[in-house]
């Protein structure tokens, strides 16, 4: 599909159920290389990226299957660590199969991570992270290479809290000898997730959703008899913010509400009605939104990926928001787009200055 076409002018109603989070699918797909056996996955999402990694492992040897919207990997017959370079460069989420094969093999080369081109993306705090647990780490012609013969707890500090620095030393620590503390670790619901799915498969671990997590290393792993993914609050987002934009009422069901506050809490004081129930979020509005400042941070606060959706939100808000984003650089790339469509949109380094109009 090269181009979506879309008629406007109409309001948005219903209930739509969201899948499970891409962001937390990939990394257990990659953790499931972690142990011999089949794990099974539920609640995957059918998108381009989770067939990507699918392939990434499969590349390694594991057996891959899908079925409706489960994932079976068995990592039995695992016998390379070597992530294929041409998919890995496509898919920045791809290293996160570095932690799993060097916990278990001892050995592991990961192309440098390609994909989304949303600012440095810097591998840094992996390889560091990964360094202080006793791996010898060398990037040899944009390959990442690392070893060890098995690594050794230890406390490390995250100089950001990094998702994807917090995931892969959360799955290499499980079975390092000894205790590992990771501090300023990151607090997304997809960490918790992860946490989640290790220890189902024997880890041993406390603190995931909180700066500090303490693993206590194992010596083996089995695999995951059955794990289904949480629910994608981004995607919920996403709904809700159409909803919010064209009126509704929008449900959304199929997620959890507390992984949203800050959105929601947002939404209320631009003049959203917002009910909220166990697993699911209803938003309608009448009249012309309120503007609202936001500024994006690590979870829990403001999601960087909510940030363009709540701007276009603002372009259509009675006054002028501010819209600061943190966590990367380059992310207002979107921006010109609405102008062309008619927004009043000034971008100033990491702030973009919102006026908003009656009609896009």
């Known amino acids: 599909m090269r181009s979506i076409l879309v008629r406007g002018g109409q309001p948005l109603t219903g209930e739509v159920r969201v899948e499970g989070a891409k962001n ?8 499931a290389l972690m142990a011999p056996g089949a794990s099974r996955i539920r609640n995957v999402p059918d998108i381009a990226d989770v067939s990507l990694m699918a392939e990434v492992v499969a590349g390694l040897g594991a057996r891959v299957t899908r079925e409706d919207h489960s994932i079976v990997v068995d990592a039995s017959h695992v016998d390379r660590v070597e992530a294929p ?3 890995v460069s496509r898919m920045r ?3 996160a199969v570095l932690g799993p094969l060097l916990a278990r093999f ?16 810097s591998i840094d705090m992996h390889i560091a992270g990964l360094e202080q647990l006793g791996a010898a780490i060398t990037v040899e012609h944009g390959v990442i290479v690392a070893r060890a013969e098995r690594l050794t707890g230890a406390a490390v500090t995250l100089e950001f809290p990094s998702v994807g620095a917090t995931e892969n030393l959360l799955m290499a620590a499980v079975l390092a000898e000894g205790e590992t503390v990771i501090d300023n670790a990151a607090r997304e619901p997809e960490i918790s997730d992860l946490a989640a799915f290790l220890r189902a498969m024997g880890a041993d671990i406390a603190g995931e959703g909180t700066p500090e ?6 010596s083996e792993l089995h695999a995951a008899d059955d794990h289904a993914v949480v629910g994608d609050r981004i995607e919920a987002g996403t709904f809700l913010a159409a909803g919010a934009l064209c009126g509704g009422p929008v449900t959304v069901t199929g997620f959890d509400p507390h992984h949203l506050e800050i959105v929601l809490a947002k939404m209320r004081a631009a003049g959203v009605s917002v009910e909220q129930g166990e697993r699911s979020v209803t938003v309608s509005v009448s009249g012309r939104l309120a503007p609202v400042d936001v500024q994006t941070l690590p979870f829990p606060g403001f999601p960087t990926d909510m940030q363009a959706q709540f701007m276009t939100m603002m372009a259509l808000a009675d006054g002028t928001s501010v819209v600061t984003e943190n966590v990367f650089e ?3 790339q979107f921006a010109g787009e609405l102008v062309r469509m008619g927004a009043d949109v ?4 990491h702030h973009a200055l919102v006026r908003g109009v009656h009609a896009l």
């Open 93 to 95: 989420a791809s290293t």
């Open 106 to 121: 001892g050995e592991a080369r990961v192309a440098m991570p390609g994909g989304c081109a949303i600012g440095s993306r």
């Open 213 to 218: 997590i303490r693993v206590r290393g194992v």
């Open 346 to 349: 000034h971008i100033e380094g």
């Open 24 to 31: 937390s699918a990939l990394k257990l797909i990659a953790a």
């Open 85 to 87: 370079y041409e998919m």
């Open 330 to 332: 380059n992310r207002f």
